[in-house]
């Protein structure tokens, strides 16, 4: 079982999924066979043989298939859960709220959504049957994690508390780190060196006015100038960068519903 606060697994939610579907088998050469009904037509994408995604049409709600999507698209980031209920609790008393409460998932595992202090919307799984994504580094997968918070003093504390976060700072004692400092962003990963699955990054000194904190995904690529090209040219966009931090080069982009996630060269 994944280490409690860890992601573990992202799903977009998106419509028309059909179209969906066709960009990212294209974009990142992932395989994605038709859902099953049992399950809403939830569909699970592979990436040479691994599980690394999920995808739902957003005109599956609730109460089931609505003729307007429900909510607009976007790609969720879960974390691991011992327990999906007693977290949604703890996420309550630490300051955050329930969006989609606890559901079973067929012996699968159990999900939920909360909204973090700082208006931050993140997944929870509760692995059985499925932990999750096979994480392996490669082209095609998901392989780093971010929340992007306009209320970092709000939100440390909460993923502290809520899912035993071990903050390890980017720079000593919580300072900006040097590149950084000039604009007094803190920069934090949720466990030290080499455990460290996510991070989580100040960032109201640089998102547009009336944008709300947001969790986003890292998919590798092998050559990011390349994959974007491929992105855009199946009608996809290419919002920022690239950028050359340490780790690889990054860019952002959307798919041609408008769901934003990064994109980093990984070897």
């Given at each position: 079982?994944?280490?409690?606060?860890?992601?573990v697994?992202?799903?977009l939610?998106?419509?028309?999924?059909?179209?969906?579907?066709?960009?990212?088998?294209?974009?990142?050469?992932?395989?994605?066979?038709?859902?099953?009904p049992?399950?809403?037509?939830?569909?699970?994408?592979?990436?040479?043989?691994?599980?690394?995604?999920?995808?739902?049409?957003s005109?599956?709600?609730?109460?089931?298939?609505?003729?307007?999507?429900?909510?607009?698209t976007?790609?969720?980031?879960?974390?691991?859960?011992?327990?999906?209920a007693a977290?949604?609790?703890?996420?309550?008393?630490?300051?955050?709220?329930?969006?989609?409460?606890?559901?079973?998932?067929?012996?699968?595992?159990?999900?939920?959504?909360?909204?973090?202090?700082?208006?931050?919307?993140?997944?929870?799984w509760?692995?059985?049957?499925?932990?999750?994504?096979?994480?392996?580094?490669?082209?095609?997968s998901?392989?780093?994690?971010?929340?992007?918070?306009?209320?970092?003093?709000?939100?440390?504390?909460?993923?502290?508390?809520v899912?035993?976060?071990?903050?390890?700072?980017?720079?000593?004692?919580?300072e900006?780190?040097?590149?950084?400092?000039?604009?007094?962003?803190?920069?934090?990963?949720?466990?030290?060196?080499?455990?460290?699955?996510?991070?989580?990054?100040?960032?109201?000194s640089?998102l547009?006015?009336?944008?709300?904190?947001?969790?986003?995904?890292?998919?590798?690529?092998?050559d990011?100038?390349?994959?974007?090209?491929?992105?855009?040219?199946?009608?996809?966009?290419?919002?920022?960068?690239?950028?050359?931090?340490?780790?690889?080069?990054?860019?952002?982009?959307?798919?041609?519903q408008?769901?934003?996630?990064?994109?980093?060269?990984?070897?």
């Amino acid at each position: 079982m994944a280490r409690t606060g860890t992601p573990v697994w992202i799903d977009l939610g998106t419509h028309p999924i059909d179209d969906a579907v066709s960009f990212y088998s294209q974009a990142f050469g992932w395989t994605i066979p038709e859902g099953n009904p049992e399950f809403g037509g939830y569909r699970m994408a592979e990436s040479g043989g691994a599980p690394v995604a999920g995808m739902m049409s957003s005109l599956m709600g609730p109460d089931g298939e609505a003729d307007e999507p429900q909510y607009p698209t976007w790609w969720t980031v879960y974390l691991a859960v011992e327990d999906c209920a007693a977290t949604t609790r703890a996420a309550v008393a630490a300051g955050g709220s329930i969006a989609v409460p606890t559901m079973e998932i067929a012996g699968l595992g159990a999900m939920a959504v909360i909204i973090d202090p700082s208006g931050a919307a993140v997944g929870l799984w509760e692995g059985r049957e499925l932990g999750g994504f096979e994480f392996t580094g490669q082209p095609g997968s998901p392989v780093w994690f971010e929340l992007m918070t306009t209320d970092f003093d709000a939100a440390a504390p909460f993923y502290q508390r809520v899912f035993g976060w071990q903050l390890a700072y980017m720079g000593e004692d919580g300072e900006p780190t040097e590149g950084a400092a000039a604009n007094g962003i803190r920069y934090a990963t949720n466990f030290p060196g080499e455990e460290a699955s996510a991070g989580i990054c100040e960032a109201d000194s640089f998102l547009p006015e009336g944008v709300p904190s947001f969790w986003r995904a890292y998919l590798g690529v092998a050559d990011t100038d390349a994959a974007i090209e491929k992105i855009t040219g199946l009608g996809g966009a290419h919002t920022d960068g690239p950028m050359d931090p340490p780790f690889g080069r990054v860019a952002t982009v959307e798919d041609p519903q408008g769901g934003m996630f990064q994109i980093v060269s990984v070897s």
